[in-house]
């Protein structure tokens, strides 16, 4: 199983899982979900539930992804197989993306 911090502009607001059965799980931080203030992360994961679940990788966090020939490149350069989304994500989302949204992995 592997875990990730999301930050929304440097603020934790929730944590993405991918299950051994390949199955992905976001869910809100408790804090960041009460804070009526604070913004969904997208339009897809709204603020209304806590907790998501989905058979693929959210398209969310998907489109962060490069495509082409830029994600065998950096599949490469990582040693990352391309089909590897998740862990894909994990390696390329921490610092300099083209939204608001980094990916921190959680270590174990």
């Known amino acids: 199983m592997r875990k990730a911090n999301i930050y ?16 992905y799980l976001f869910r809100y931080n408790d ?3 009460n804070d009526q203030i ?4 997208s339009l897809t ?4 539930q806590q907790e998501y679940h989905s058979d ?4 969310f966090f998907f489109n ?7 994600r065998i ?8 197989d391309e089909k590897d989304h998740f862990g894909i994500l994990l390696a390329t989302a921490q610092n300099d993306t083209t939204g608001a949204i980094t990916v921190k992995p959680v270590s174990k």
């Open 73 to 80: 490149t950096q599949a490469r350069l990582l040693r990352i």
């Open 56 to 59: 693929c990788l959210f398209p």
């Open 31 to 33: 804090d960041y979900f």
């Open 64 to 70: 962060m992804l490069s495509e082409g020939s830029n």
């Open 38 to 41: 604070k913004p969904a992360i």
């Open 8 to 23: 929304l502009n440097g603020i934790l607001a929730g944590e993405l899982t991918e299950t051994s059965e390949r199955k």
């Open 45 to 48: 994961l709204p603020k209304s």
